[in-house]
């Protein structure tokens, strides 16, 4: 794919009228549009804003302020010999205007004919209906390691200060999924502290990052200290991780191994998802981002895609990252008819993304059921693989209950074979449980934690799956009609991944 100033240089001289820059971020643009300008030569860069007006041209300097209208007019009537991109800001604010969405839709067709562009810039913008034919739409993405080090380096000369080679590109590095404005604030506020930027900004630049995607109403960052460790059994899922762990190596890369895809975990409730995208990012070392589905769909019809696509560009910016899509049955299988087909077409966009990306933002998809689960998400090549986690088996169940005791009694070795009986149908979640309500046993009582104390919690606790047989059981079948690769290792069965 061409990169973008290539595909904005084409669209200009292929003479698209109406360009729509999707970005909240008018100041690069402008400066981008600068360069554009250079390269297309004799073209110039002219500016509008509803308070100051028109900028950038000799003679109509303050044209059109307060006259949205006029811009258009001025820009109707101009020479063919004088070729300008015209930046109009915040004007899709005006398009509601009847006058001013003809005006454009005329200028469009003029402009086929004419070496001038309109250039929009705004984040987002959801009542495009009228003007879709003449809009071309271009994403700005986050600024570019190569351009965080200019600007980082030119913040930093322009205090004095030159900075070593390998400390740009540390925080080049570490600046990246920032937006040039958040930069220049970090920046700005190390210079205020120490009158320089330095090493000791990462640490801000982390939280900068950190706090810009609290601030997506869509994505949450994550701490996690859970390891493979804690998973108990699994044990070929957990070896296939292993294996997908080091094809994100340089020389993996090298070798010819494409980045990993990511990952699909069906299974009933508790039987450790969350816990496997938990210890995924960590035993990986890459930040663990959160993304809730429902939260796409939330407010204004036509938002939607616009959150989709800047939650997709946030967590392609924070690469290498896990990308956790919780309960993705729940969030993509909505009704069509219900909601215009919003669900539909977010989905069209997550799934083009997936298919086409080539950032190392490894997706772990979870979903309790299948029966919502959109047929598309498991077709070959979504996903490395999809995965099927059953309730534990008995080997398993012991060492999901040896795992929770150890955790919170070190020292103690309790024999758990009778325990071992009364959990069939247990899920690991419900055999936490198990523990932690024996230990309340135990302790209420001041004294050691003992094997009958689990027995007794373990009769105590109804299984889920004494309650949601049904569901289990279409579960079962679904895996059963091999779409599914189990995630357990069947007994006696040895780790073969080939
Ligand atoms: P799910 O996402 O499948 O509904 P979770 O991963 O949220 O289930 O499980 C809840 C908790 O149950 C986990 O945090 C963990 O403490 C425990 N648990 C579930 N499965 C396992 C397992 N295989 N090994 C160890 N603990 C488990």
Known sequence: MKNWDEQLDLLIRARAPLIWIRSNEEERLEALLEKVAERLKPRRIATWDYIDGL??????????????????????????????ILLLKD???????????????????QLRQQPHTIILCSGSWSSTNDLDEALTVLDLPLPKEKELRTLLS?????????LEQNVLEELSHACSGLSEIRVRQVAARALAQRGKIGREDLIEILEEKRQS?????VLEYCATKSTTDDIGGLDALKAWLDQRHQAFSDEARKFGLPLPRGVLLVGPQGTGKSLTAKAIAHSWSMPLLR???????AGLVGASEARTRETIQR???????VLWIDEIDKGFGGDARSDGGTSQRVLANVLTWMAEKNSAVFVVATANGVERLPGELLRKGRFDEIFMLELPSAQERISILKL????????LNLPLNTVLDRTEGFSGAELEQTVIEAMHLAFAERRELQETDLILAASQLVPLSRTAKEQLNSLKEWASSGRARPASLKVNESINLF
Request: aromatic residues 4%; charged residues 20%.
């Open 55 to 84: 900028k950038g041209v000799i003679n109509s300097e303050g044209l059109g302020a307060r006259q949205p209208m006029a811009v258009l007019q001025w820009l109707q009537k101009l020479d063919s010999n004088s070729p300008t």
């Open 91 to 109: 004007f899709h604010r005006f398009c509601e205007d009847a006058g001013i969405a003809r005006m454009l839709k005329n200028l469009s067709g």
């Open 154 to 162: 030119n913040i930093a000369k322009a205090t004095g200060q030159t």
């Open 213 to 217: 995607i609290a601030k997506s109403e």
């Open 291 to 297: 993304l809730d589905v429902g939260r796409l769909f």
């Open 315 to 321: 967590a392609e910016a924070m690469a290498p990252c």
């Open 404 to 411: 929770h005791v150890r955790q919170r009694r070190p020292h």
